[in-house]
């Protein structure tokens, strides 16, 4: 049997079959990939360089070099826009920070495991516009049941949540983390999974206290997952986009704009489609160098 193998390979066409059945294994994939990824991310590149909108056709198109970016360097929203959105960076440690806790404590002091890990997932599995549509209801300034608690006990004005420009983005970062917790949760459980027991034992044989056992076995030994979290986090926060257009639209007075939603505004309301296809390209350019960053720094922090 080997020797036809071998036989087979060393002729020109020998095992076409094998490879003609492998590409069409992968060619769905490949073409789906191809339309909805490698082809949109191609023409936004071309298209940046243009003042093309898609209702005037490809005719329309003309050529304008640079003159996109010149106009996103200089543009006031579209700097308010990045700032926000490096705001809502702070929620990633945060939301971090809380599911590690809740796995600790899941993991070693809870019973009925299973069903504490669907309460928290919920939200992460919800539609996250009928999130938004009922943290419009519970952040409405005067009849929200948030404010009317608030006001019960005494306070007599209260905030205005997603209607009030100190509150609005804290607003939506505090639902970022809300609806974020369930996934990292799981995550963190199986990472916890993975340390040896031996190790808590080991600890607990020389008087460590928790405390100490948390910081000096469970934090390091769960830094890879932190890490991928991380990672995965920042990506997501630039990313946040149907929460905001359905909770705020960006408002009030651009204080929870994103760049992914100006680059909304400009493409599907303004049909600036070059314009926006330019800040699509400095948004890729401005992960592509975050996440960059992060591997080079993963290397003091995190323990493989």
Do not use: C
């Not at 939506?172 to 949760?185: C, E, Q, S």
């Amino acid at each position: 049997m080997r020797k036809k193998s071998k036989r087979r390979n060393k002729t020109p066409f020998g095992g076409w079959k094998e490879n003609v059945a492998g590409y069409l294994f992968i060619a769905p994939m490949f073409i789906g990939t191809s339309v909805l990824v490698l082809f949109p991310i191609i023409s936004s590149l071309a298209l940046s360089f243009t003042n093309w909108n898609f209702v005037s056709g490809y005719d329309g198109a003309k050529f304008v070099g640079f003159e996109n970016f010149q106009k996103l360097l200089t543009n006031n929203l579209f700097h308010k826009a990045l700032v926000n959105n490096f705001i809502l960076l702070l929620a990633v440690p945060i939301m971090l920070i809380i599911s590690l806790g809740l796995a600790v404590v899941i993991n070693k002091y809870v019973y009925l495991k299973d069903m504490f890990k669907v309460i928290y997932f919920m939200p992460f599995i919800s539609s996250v516009v009928a999130v938004a549509v009922v943290f419009q209801v519970l952040f409405h300034p005067s009849k929200g049941p948030i404010n009317q608690v608030l006001m019960s006990l005494g306070v007599e004005n209260p905030p205005g949540w997603i209607a009030d420009i100190s509150f609005s983005l804290p607003s939506v970062m505090l639902i970022m983390i809300w609806t974020g917790i369930g996934f990292n949760l799981i995550i963190y459980l199986a990472g916890l999974q993975n340390i040896p027991k031996e190790l808590y034992e080991a600890a607990q044989m020389d008087g460590a206290s928790a405390w100490y056992q948390f910081t000096k076995i469970t934090v390091p030994l769960v830094s890879p997952t932190t890490f991928l979290l991380l990672i995965t986090g920042v990506i997501s926060s630039f990313k946040v986009f149907d929460l905001i257009i359905v909770l705020t639209g960006g408002g009030p007075a651009n204080s929870t704009l994103t760049p992914v939603v100006y680059l909304y505004q400009q493409a599907f309301l303004e049909l600036k489609t070059g314009y926006a296809s330019a800040i699509s390209l400095v948004l890729f350019i401005l992960i592509l160098i975050i996440t960059y960053i992060q591997f080079i720094v993963q290397k003091k922090w995190v323990n493989y």
